[in-house]
């Protein structure tokens, strides 16, 4: 992005220049940013018309019992921290499907990946919170709990597919997970 500053979307102005969507503080993995106004245009379209599937790496606190589930809850601000979200009755619709990769019985934590319908702020954080299964490193939704230590939650933006915004033609773009120093996300030894 530094090398192209000058040339980005001006759509999200000086402090954002050309990003489309953002991932949550602490959230690694891919995001995508537009060279001009008018893929940014496109972009921005293609994400609010639910048309870019986007594909999450999670590690979550206990084991996981469904092979698959769907989430389908609510998401909306919470009424006691006003930082937080939480389901509520009233909330936005939010949809988060999962699928089992790896249970880690003497850890204690299962491996999930994670794809959205929609986009509610920390919706994956909420989701599988609200079921009993917080991000592991998520301080906000996981009550503080972290007996592994890692820094940092341990939720990852694996792709995003989408079009071109010029061509039309499907994309898929990865970010490879990577173990930093000598904690593993996935906490193999």
């Known amino acids: 992005m530094n090398i192209c500053k000058e040339s980005l979307s001006g759509i999200g102005g000086k402090i954002r220049p050309g990003i489309v969507h ?82 880690f019985y003497e850890d204690n934590c299962t491996l ?18 609200h079921i009993g299964h917080p991000i592991i490193g998520d301080y906000v939704y996981s009550n503080g709990k972290n007996k592994w230590g890692i820094k940092g939650q341990c939720l990852h933006a694996k792709s995003l597919k989408f079009r071109h915004p010029v061509t039309g033609k499907e994309m898929k773009i990865e970010a490879e997970l990577r173990q930093t120093g000598t904690e593993n996300f996935c906490l193999k030894k």
């Open 22 to 103: 953002r991932l949550d503080k602490d959230t690694s993995g891919v995001i995508v940013v537009a060279k001009n106004d008018k893929a940014h245009i496109n972009l921005s379209n293609q994400i609010k018309n639910h048309e870019v599937e986007k594909t999450y790496i999670a590690l979550v606190r206990g084991i996981v019992k469904e092979n698959e589930a769907t989430i389908n809850m609510p998401i909306g601000r919470s009424k006691t921290d006003r930082k937080k979200m939480t389901v509520r009755e009233d909330g936005k619709n939010a949809i988060t499907n999962f699928k089992v990769l790896e249970r």
């Open 112 to 129: 999930l990946e994670v794809k959205i319908e929609t986009g509610r702020t920390h919706q994956i954080r909420v989701h599988l919170a």
